[in-house]
């Protein structure tokens, strides 16, 4: 399966000419990494420097009172991310409706000042399966108030095709539930969704090994976006570095072009001239 | 007037603005705000009005995926 962004690109993965490009932007890297979940600040920071990501996810929470009675005591992770210098991409998790969606987002680009948001609109609690119904509305809105919108989805074909319709230059579906970690659990979809859409994909959610990352980047997607397997790795900073390295083998492996499957094997090691040929028919 | 900031109630003046609320619960930059789930901008704190049974959000920036 060929797609227009990935089989017109000769160039080699590693190269600046190969870069992933979302909404007009270019990035040297095709992995984007999530903050949350790590064992500590320490460990995120060398497992970003590790990573080398393209986009660091963020999101938003109430101020609580300490009780010294100031709200909104820091935590360093502000300062983290300065420090750090990659570009965030806020997100709207834990929005149930269109509404609260829209608003958090706005609420996220004044205080990250950046267009930039992962737009989640929760469905089902148990799954955090995507509201498909109103994902669009809420798509929609952002994109006419200037948000570069990087939809979390499902890989529903004409889910994913109805927010290209409406503004999104690249779409996000899921590879299984957030935080599972089962890699890809619909391989057949997602190879579709590749072969029908060509704006920049990327797999969000549900990776747990660097294999489907690879995986999913030889299927010709144009990116990851990861967090739980690299935070709750043993060792969160060589996952972080196994990960970028999967992303880079899988994208030149789909630059390079597979060979065909085949159904009977077919022997690598020249036949003519081997040793002891028909001995033990003639004895 | 009873507003709920973050869920909690406060007690504000009448004719309050979201300013006197940020004020009360001695917000600490960096921070950005809504008022019954509509964003309020930066530039409008000093000058939006509360009501009465307003909900009040606060959120700073946290770790996510």
Same mark, same amino acid.
């Given at each position: 399966m060929t797609h227009p962004s990935s089989a017109a690109a000769p160039a080699t993965p590693s190269s600046s000419a190969d870069a992933l490009v979302l909404y007009g932007q270019s990035f040297q890297s095709r992995l984007l990494l999530g903050t949350a979940r790590y064992p500590s600040p320490d460990v995120l920071e060398a497992a970003v420097r590790r990573a080398r990501p393209a986009m660091l996810t963020a999101s938003l929470r109430r101020q609580t009172a300490s009780p010294g009675g100031a709200a909104g005591a820091d935590n360093g992770?502000?300062?983290?991310?300065?420090?750090?210098?990659? *570009?965030?991409l806020p997100n709207t998790a834990g929005c149930h409706s269109v509404q609260e969606a829209v608003a958090t987002a706005q609420m996220a680009r004044e205080l990250f000042d950046t267009p930039w948001i992962k737009l989640e609109l929760i469905g089902d609690d148990y799954t955090l399966q995507p509201d498909t119904l109103n994902l669009v509305d809420a798509a929609s809105q952002l994109i006419r108030d200037g948000f570069h919108v990087l939809p979390y989805c499902t890989e529903d074909l004409v889910l994913c095709q109805r927010l290209v319709d409406i503004g999104c230059? %690249?779409?996000?579906?899921?590879?299984? @539930?957030?935080?599972?970690?089962?890699? *890809?659990?619909? @391989?057949? %979809?997602?190879?579709?969704?590749?072969?029908?859409?060509?704006? *920049?994909?990327?797999?969000?959610?549900?990776?747990?090994? *660097?294999?489907? %990352?690879?995986?999913?980047?030889?299927?010709?997607?144009?990116?990851?976006?990861?967090?739980?397997?690299?935070?709750?790795?043993?060792?969160p900073v060589a996952m972080a570095g196994a990960f970028a390295d999967a992303v880079q083998a899988g994208r030149a492996a789909r630059h390079a072009g597979a060979m065909a499957a085949q159904d009977s094997a077919q022997p690598s090691t020249p036949v003519l001239g081997t040793p002891f040929w028909h001995h033990a028919q003639s004895q | 007037m009873n507003v709920l900031i973050n869920d909690k109630p406060y007690t504000l003046a009448p004719g309050a603005r979201l300013a006197d609320a940020l004020l009360l619960i001695e917000a600490r930059p960096p921070y950005a705000t809504a008022v019954n789930r509509q964003f309020v901008p930066r530039s409008s704190h000093a000058t939006h009005e509360l009501h009465a049974g307003d909900r009040i959000e606060v959120i700073r920036p946290v770790t996510g995926g």
């Amino acid at each position: 399966m060929t797609h227009p962004s990935s089989a017109a690109a000769p160039a080699t993965p590693s190269s600046s000419a190969d870069a992933l490009v979302l909404y007009g932007q270019s990035f040297q890297s095709r992995l984007l990494l999530g903050t949350a979940r790590y064992p500590s600040p320490d460990v995120l920071e060398a497992a970003v420097r590790r990573a080398r990501p393209a986009m660091l996810t963020a999101s938003l929470r109430r101020q609580t009172a300490s009780p010294g009675g100031a709200a909104g005591a820091d935590n360093g992770f502000w300062e983290l991310l300065r420090r750090l210098d990659v *570009p965030v991409l806020p997100n709207t998790a834990g929005c149930h409706s269109v509404q609260e969606a829209v608003a958090t987002a706005q609420m996220a680009r004044e205080l990250f000042d950046t267009p930039w948001i992962k737009l989640e609109l929760i469905g089902d609690d148990y799954t955090l399966q995507p509201d498909t119904l109103n994902l669009v509305d809420a798509a929609s809105q952002l994109i006419r108030d200037g948000f570069h919108v990087l939809p979390y989805c499902t890989e529903d074909l004409v889910l994913c095709q109805r927010l290209v319709d409406i503004g999104c230059q %690249a779409v996000m579906p899921w590879a299984a @539930p957030i935080g599972t970690g089962r890699g *890809p659990v619909n @391989p057949y %979809a997602l190879q579709v969704l590749r072969e029908r859409l060509s704006v *920049p994909l990327l797999v969000d959610a549900g990776l747990g090994l *660097p294999s489907h %990352a690879c995986q999913v980047m030889e299927w010709g997607y144009d990116g990851v976006l990861l967090n739980t397997a690299v935070a709750l790795a043993q060792d969160p900073v060589a996952m972080a570095g196994a990960f970028a390295d999967a992303v880079q083998a899988g994208r030149a492996a789909r630059h390079a072009g597979a060979m065909a499957a085949q159904d009977s094997a077919q022997p690598s090691t020249p036949v003519l001239g081997t040793p002891f040929w028909h001995h033990a028919q003639s004895q | 007037m009873n507003v709920l900031i973050n869920d909690k109630p406060y007690t504000l003046a009448p004719g309050a603005r979201l300013a006197d609320a940020l004020l009360l619960i001695e917000a600490r930059p960096p921070y950005a705000t809504a008022v019954n789930r509509q964003f309020v901008p930066r530039s409008s704190h000093a000058t939006h009005e509360l009501h009465a049974g307003d909900r009040i959000e606060v959120i700073r920036p946290v770790t996510g995926g």
